[in-house]
């Protein structure tokens, strides 16, 4: 069974700084993929951004991007000038891609951007 | 499209009794799921279905039934409720069931907070 590590419970910076949040998995599979949520208090769920672990390229969404490093097991969330409505909980998730057994997810970052 | 949808949004329950979460889907999508969500913890998967008539267990699905008998519909059912079952319940669904390589995004609902006493 794989899981997700999530080691920072929270974090706070100053808008328009730079974030960066961190996961780690363990997985023994090759073909997998990686995904990172935003909830805000709203409690909906939204994809940030998601990496294909066959790909060495790493992910890009406007302000997002991820640092994918296969052999570490590591997948970090970057966040440049970050806003007040970044403020979320972050969740970073897996799924294999040889079976339909869902997301495994992290316990999450509370991200706080101040004023 | 209405996505995801579930229904109730909120729920509170005495122990013993039973009652069906619901979710439905217009978007046609084959896999759908649920999950729930415990404070200080990721979402957990409680059971899934590649399509109508066909579902199967997640991590944590004591408690807990499910049937897919449409595309659009897989309601959750808790048989007894219990005071360890107080968690918010989210439904996910995607286009294809997951398979070696592609893999569909999946979309949310909006969840359902149910409280045990």
């Known amino acids: 069974a794989q899981t997700v590590t999530q080691s920072q419970p929270e974090m706070s910076v100053q808008e328009a700084e730079t974030v960066t949040l961190s996961c780690t998995y363990d997985?023994?599979?090759?073909?997998?993929?990686l995904f990172w949520y935003k909830q805000p208090p709203s409690r909906q769920m939204i994809l940030v951004i998601r990496?294909?672990?066959?790909?060495?390229q790493n992910a890009t969404e406007n302000r997002f991007s991820v640092n994918f490093q296969k052999a570490a097991k590591s997948f970090s969330l970057k966040i440049s000038d970050s806003q007040l409505g970044d403020t979320a909980m972050y969740f970073c998730a897996f799924i294999s891609g040889g079976g339909a057994d869902g997301l495994t997810f992290g316990k999450g970052t509370h991200l706080i951007i101040q004023p | 499209n209405a996505g995801v949808t579930q229904t109730p949004k909120f729920q509170v329950l005495k122990t013993g009794q039973s009652m069906t979460l619901q979710c439905a889907q217009d978007?046609?999508?084959?896999?759908m799921s649920w999950y729930r969500q415990d404070p200080g913890m990721g979402l957990r998967l409680i059971h899934y279905s590649v399509g109508a008539g066909i579902t199967d267990q997640g991590e944590v699905p004591n408690g807990y039934n499910v049937s897919r008998s449409t595309t659009e519909d897989f309601p959750l059912r808790l048989l007894s409720a219990a005071p360890s079952q107080t968690s918010v319940y989210f439904c996910?669904?995607?286009?294809?069931?997951?398979?070696?390589?592609?893999?569909?995004?999946?979309?949310f609902g909006p969840g359902t907070r149910l409280t045990v006493t």
């Open positions: 978007m046609n999508h084959e896999y």
């Open positions: 990496q294909e672990a066959y790909k060495q």
């Open positions: 996910a669904s995607s286009y294809r069931p997951p398979a070696a390589g592609q893999r569909d995004e999946q979309y």
């Open positions: 997985t023994s599979e090759n073909n997998y993929y």
